[in-house]
């Protein structure tokens, strides 16, 4: 067992699945505390008592599901690492907006799982480090004919497409597999900043914000025009006020 593993909560209605996940878990080595919980309700006891570092969750439970487990974690004060493991592929897009670290299709592969928990890992170094984030950091990306890798800064925008993050840069787009909240996470805050719920902006690509009516627009140097989400506008026209969104100094009705 790694040092300073992190604990996990095994949640699943079904007794073999989670045993079998219990079995993987082990033998991985990279979790410290494990927990198992048959039902969403049960889950949610535990999770009140003891929050997990990282959550094993079904979605698919008759009790309660784990969608709502999950929406429930997101407002705790310390947000576990959400991994969905389940049966049926038709819950993904609900679970990246809930901004699951992952989404693996039972029977999970123990590669994939040693994967997500990696990447979930990562994710919970970087929110409790100190210091700036690395701007010459990289992402490794697909494209049509393998992987390549990207310079984090060179990335203009990102939009959530589905499961993946589409990355927009130099005229081509990237997907990458991974949630929204896990990648906001890897990207300097110092030069990006989130509109929306569903997009990450490089803040010097903006040239104008805009209002129409009630709704309000970032415009991009290339001229794309991108919504700005409600619960976004105040740190989008804060910013365009001081001039620190890509210069603009006003936002323009």
Same mark, same amino acid.
């Given at each position: 067992?790694?040092?300073?593993?992190?604990?996990?909560?095994?949640?699943?209605?079904?007794?073999?699945?989670?045993?079998?996940?219990?079995?993987?878990? *082990?033998?991985?080595?990279?979790?410290?505390?494990?927990?198992?919980?048959?039902?969403?309700? *049960? &889950?949610?006891?535990?999770?009140?008592?003891?929050?997990?570092?990282?959550?094993?969750?079904?979605?698919?439970?008759?009790?309660?599901?784990? /969608?709502?487990? $999950?929406?429930?974690?997101?407002? /705790?004060?310390?947000?576990? *690492?959400?991994?969905?493991?389940?049966?049926?592929?038709?819950?993904?897009?609900?679970?990246?907006?809930?901004?699951?670290?992952?989404?693996?299709?039972?029977?999970?592969?123990?590669?994939?799982?040693?994967?997500?928990?990696?990447?979930?890992?990562?994710?919970?170094?970087?929110?409790?480090? #100190?210091?700036?984030?690395?701007?010459?950091?990289?992402?490794?990306?697909?494209?049509?004919? @393998?992987?390549?890798?990207?310079?984090?800064?060179?990335?203009?925008?990102?939009? &959530? *497409?589905? #499961?993946?993050?589409?990355?927009?840069?130099?005229?081509?787009?990237?997907?990458?597999?991974?949630?929204?909240? $896990? /990648?906001? @996470?890897?990207?300097?805050?110092? /030069?990006?900043?989130?509109?929306?719920?569903?997009?990450?902006?490089?803040?010097?690509?903006?040239?104008?914000?805009?209002?129409? %009516?009630?709704?309000?627009?970032?415009?991009?140097?290339? %001229?794309?025009?991108?919504?700005?989400?409600?619960?976004?506008?105040?740190?989008?026209? &804060?910013?365009?006020?001081?001039?620190?969104? @890509?210069?603009?100094?006003?936002?323009?009705?």
């Amino acid at each position: 067992m790694a040092k300073n593993a992190p604990s996990v909560l095994i949640v699943d209605d079904e007794p073999l699945a989670r045993s079998r996940l219990k079995a993987l878990c *082990e033998r991985t080595g990279l979790f410290g505390d494990t927990e198992l919980a048959g039902g969403g309700r *049960e &889950a949610l006891e535990k999770i009140r008592q003891r929050p997990p570092d990282i959550l094993l969750l079904d979605v698919d439970m008759p009790d309660l599901s784990g /969608l709502k487990v $999950a929406e429930f974690c997101l407002d /705790l004060a310390r947000v576990p *690492e959400i991994i969905f493991t389940t049966a049926h592929s038709n819950y993904a897009v609900q679970a990246f907006r809930l901004e699951a670290t992952d989404y693996l299709l039972k029977p999970v592969k123990e590669s994939l799982l040693r994967e997500a928990v990696h990447r979930a890992i990562a994710n919970r170094a970087r929110d409790e480090a #100190d210091g700036t984030p690395d701007i010459d950091q990289r992402l490794w990306v697909q494209d049509g004919k @393998g992987v390549v890798q990207l310079v984090v800064s060179d990335i203009e925008w990102v939009e &959530a *497409e589905r #499961d993946y993050m589409r990355l927009y840069l130099h005229g081509r787009t990237y997907l990458l597999h991974q949630s929204m909240r $896990a /990648l906001e @996470g890897e990207l300097p805050a110092s /030069l990006f900043v989130r509109v929306h719920r569903s997009i990450i902006v490089r803040r010097d690509c903006i040239a104008e914000v805009r209002r129409e %009516g009630r709704k309000l627009f970032v415009l991009l140097r290339d %001229g794309t025009q991108l919504p700005v989400g409600p619960r976004y506008a105040d740190r989008i026209t &804060a910013g365009a006020q001081v001039g620190r969104l @890509g210069g603009s100094e006003t936002v323009t009705e």
